[in-house]
């Protein structure tokens, strides 16, 4: 991941993107999205823009206010003290391990409010772990207008997290529908799915299962507190 801090804004996505956009500034068209979150918010602020990509690009506001509370406890990493603080944020218990020494009171995803810079971060269970590997001084703000104010060209649509919910709703309970739809229109015999031979609408349904039974495996949201609720799929 990366962590932009910039004078007015400060933004965190994928590093990939960076190294996509180095490619695509010679001519590439390297555009991929992995899933990660991507926010953006103005210095100094809780509310921040979070970018979702689904059948669409997508953008939602959120307020993101945290208590911290500072701890005694410190260690070392590198030439840097470190200071403990905890937080619980998005149904999710953190700890934070952060540098008084930087005074930028800023951190990954959408962690800020401390007193330093936070070089570490997990929740209670380990599903999240972000820390400092590399920082670096640019001589200017590096430009995400393609990877991240837009995406491959395309603008966002800015919705609301419900909104995108009930998306991310239909498509869980009939993921196969886009292909089912197409199965009419192609000659029979002729129509794959991922280099299976799809000869009867009927292979979808055993098809859908198994994409219903990934998403709801892996869906983990760091947001807790606005995650779907998928049913169960008998």
């Given at each position: 991941m990366a962590?932009?801090?910039?004078?007015?804004?400060?933004?965190?996505?994928?590093?990939?993107?960076?190294?996509?956009?180095s490619l695509n500034k010679k001519g590439g068209r390297n555009y991929n999205w992995n899933g990660t979150p991507a926010v953006k918010r103005n210095k100094n602020s809780y509310q921040n823009t979070n970018y979702e990509m689904m059948m669409d690009y997508f953008s939602y506001t959120?307020?993101?206010?945290?208590?911290?509370?500072?701890?005694?406890?410190t260690k070392?990493?590198?030439?840097?003290?470190?200071?403990?603080?905890?937080?619980?944020?998005?149904?999710?218990?953190?700890?934070?391990?952060?540098?008084?020494?930087?005074?930028?009171?800023?951190?990954?995803?959408?962690?800020?409010?401390?007193?330093?810079?936070?070089?570490?971060?997990?929740?209670?269970?380990?599903?999240f772990i972000f820390k400092l590997v590399k920082s670096q001084k640019l001589e200017k703000t590096y430009d995400t207008s393609d990877f991240l104010e837009s995406f491959g060209g395309k603008k966002p649509l800015n919705v609301k997290i419900v909104d995108l919910h009930k998306m991310m709703l239909q498509f869980y309970?009939?993921?196969m529908k886009e292909l089912r739809e197409k199965f009419d229109d192609v000659p029979p015999g002729t129509f794959q799915v991922g280099g299976k031979k799809i000869t009867s609408k009927d292979q979808f349904k055993d098809m859908a299962k198994v994409m219903q039974?990934?998403?709801?495996?892996?869906?983990?949201?760091?947001?807790?507190?606005?995650?779907?609720?998928?049913?169960?799929?008998?």
């Open positions: 962590l932009d801090i910039n004078p007015k804004d400060v933004k965190f996505y994928h590093y990939e993107n960076i190294i996509n956009d959120t307020d993101d206010k945290m208590d911290w509370k500072l701890e005694n406890e070392t990493s590198g030439q840097y003290t470190l200071q403990k603080a905890t937080t619980n944020f998005g149904g999710r218990h953190w700890t934070a391990w952060f540098c008084k020494d930087i005074n930028i009171s800023e951190g990954p995803y959408k962690f800020r409010g401390l007193p330093g810079l936070i070089f570490e971060l997990n929740d209670s269970r380990d599903n309970n009939d993921p039974d990934f998403i709801a495996k892996n869906y983990n949201p760091i947001d807790l507190t606005t995650a779907v609720i998928y049913p169960k799929i008998n």
